[in-house]
């Protein structure tokens, strides 16, 4: 069974930093797009940052210069490091990736449990 699986979140300080890890686990064919969603307290679920299978990004304006997103296709990982946080990106962080599973070669859909992320002094 697919799994994604966030990792890294916590407290940080404005202006600090912190690297989110999301990793797929189980049986996998091919990972295709994966995006960092986030949402925070009392608000509705947005993008934050994706990547293609290519390696091709794009950001959210809210993010753009300060955000980065990459990944490991030998380890089936998708990061995004923060860098200059910001009260405004307290939120849950969420992944979600489109992934060919290894077994059924059947293309779905799936999304991480989350990880919160608290900018605070």
């Given at each position: 069974?697919?799994?994604?699986?966030?990792?890294?979140?916590?407290?940080?300080?404005?202006g600090?930093?912190?690297?989110?890890?999301?990793?797929?686990?189980?049986?996998?064919?091919?990972?295709?797009?994966v995006?960092?969603?986030?949402?925070?307290?009392?608000?509705?679920?947005?993008?934050?940052?994706?990547i293609?299978?290519?390696?091709?990004?794009?950001?959210?304006?809210?993010?753009?210069?300060?955000?980065?997103?990459?990944?490991?296709?030998?380890?089936?990982?998708v990061?995004?490091q923060?860098?200059?946080?910001?009260?405004?990106?307290?939120?849950?962080y969420?992944?979600?990736?489109?992934?060919?599973?290894?077994?059924?070669f059947?293309?779905?859909?799936?999304?991480?449990?989350?990880?919160?992320?608290?900018?605070s002094?």
């Open positions: 069974q697919v799994q994604l699986v966030e990792s890294g979140g916590g407290l940080v300080q404005p600090g930093s912190l690297r989110l890890s999301c990793a797929a686990s189980g049986s996998i064919f091919s990972i295709d797009g995006g960092w969603y986030r949402q925070p307290p009392g608000k509705e679920r947005e993008l934050v940052a994706h293609t299978a290519s390696s091709m990004t794009n950001y959210a304006d809210s993010v753009k210069g300060r955000f980065t997103i990459s990944r490991d296709n030998a380890k089936n990982t990061y995004l923060m860098n200059s946080l910001k009260p405004e990106d307290t939120a849950v969420y992944c979600n990736a489109d992934i060919t599973d290894g077994r059924a059947r293309r779905l859909n799936y999304w991480g449990k989350g990880t919160l992320v608290t900018v002094s």
